[in-house]
C-alpha cells in the first residue's frame, strides 16, 4: 500500500497518533525516519492495511531529520518496554515537521 501524507496541525494531534500507534503496536511493521527522502514513515502490517489504515509518511524540516530520528527512536524505546509516548518527545517530533509541505 502506498504511504497517505499526514501533517499534524498541532503538537496534541501528533501525540494522539503516536498514542494510537502505542496502543496498536502489534499492527506497526516499523516506524522510521528515511534521512534521504526527508520523512517520517509507519508502516503497518497486511492486516491493517486490509482494515482500511493507510501507511503514513510525515514531512520533516530537512536540517532536523537527525533530530526527528533521535526523537523515533525514543519515542519507539518507551513504547517497545510498554510506556506510552511522553509529551516531551513527541512535541520535540512535532518541531521537526515541514508544516509548509502540501497536504
Known amino acids: 500500500m502506498s504511504f497517505q501524507l499526514v501533517i499534524p496541525d498541532s503538537a496534541s494531534q501528533l501525540h494522539d497518533i503516536i498514542l494510537k500507534i502505542h496502543q496498536n503496536r502489534s499492527h506497526v511493521k516499523s516506524v522510521k525516519v528515511d534521512t534521504v527522502e526527508k520523512l517520517l514513515r509507519v508502516d503497518l502490517d497486511t492486516a491493517a492495511n ?50 509548509n509541505k502540501s497536504r
Open 50 to 99: 486490509w482494515s482500511g489504515h493507510s501507511d503514513v509518511q510525515v514531512p520533516l524540516i530537512a536540517s532536523r531529520v537527525m533530530e526527528a530520528k533521535v526523537f523515533v527512536t525514543k519515542i519507539m524505546a518507551e513504547s517497545n518496554a510498554g510506556t506510552p509516548p511522553h509529551t516531551l518527545h513527541t512535541t520535540g517530533l512535532f518541531d521537526c515537521i515541514d508544516r
